[in-house]
């Protein structure tokens, strides 16, 4: 199955003095697509809301491999990897130009947060599964 891709328009404000892409941007596409791919699963931020959880950035690396300028498109993939156990899945993310150059690669971990507690629930994989109207969008 090929992941979910979702395409990004540049925006001039989004540039630093140098005309490249602002390195912090880069994490709000990486967000922007996270959301995007959750959506395709039928699952919105008012769905988790009303669940009691919410979504927890614990660790983002991004490799920088090419340039991205103003007016350039780029396509950010989203895939989560679950593991057996545990509280954390991971997130690989791929930034490409629409002619196939990789741009960036992004890859983060993350847990499902209780709003109530506080703290990361038991098992995200299920969390989710339970709330997704699709979630074999979610690879579950």
């Not at 490249?20 to 709000?28: K, P, R, S």
């Not at 996270?34 to 979504?55: H, K, M, N, S």
């Not at 993310?93 to 038991?122: C, F, I, N, S, W």
Request: charged share 25%.
């Amino acid at each position: 199955m090929e992941p979910f891709r979702v395409r990004i328009g540049v925006r001039g404000y989004e540039l630093d003095p140098q005309g490249h892409v602002n390195q912090a941007v880069y994490l709000q596409y990486a967000e922007h697509a996270r959301w995007e791919f959750l959506r395709a699963a039928g699952i919105g931020p008012d769905t988790l809301l009303a669940a009691g959880v919410g979504p927890a950035a614990l660790e983002n690396t991004i490799r920088y491999r090419a340039e991205l300028r103003g007016g350039d498109e780029v396509d950010v993939s989203c895939e989560f990897t679950w593991p057996t156990s545990g509280r954390t899945f991971r997130i690989a993310q791929q930034y490409h130009r629409p002619d196939g150059t990789l741009v960036a690669e992004l890859t983060a971990v993350a847990g499902m947060l209780d709003l109530a507690q506080r703290k990361l629930v038991a098992d995200p994989a299920e969390q989710l599964r339970a709330l997704a109207g699709a979630p074999e969008v979610l690879g579950l």
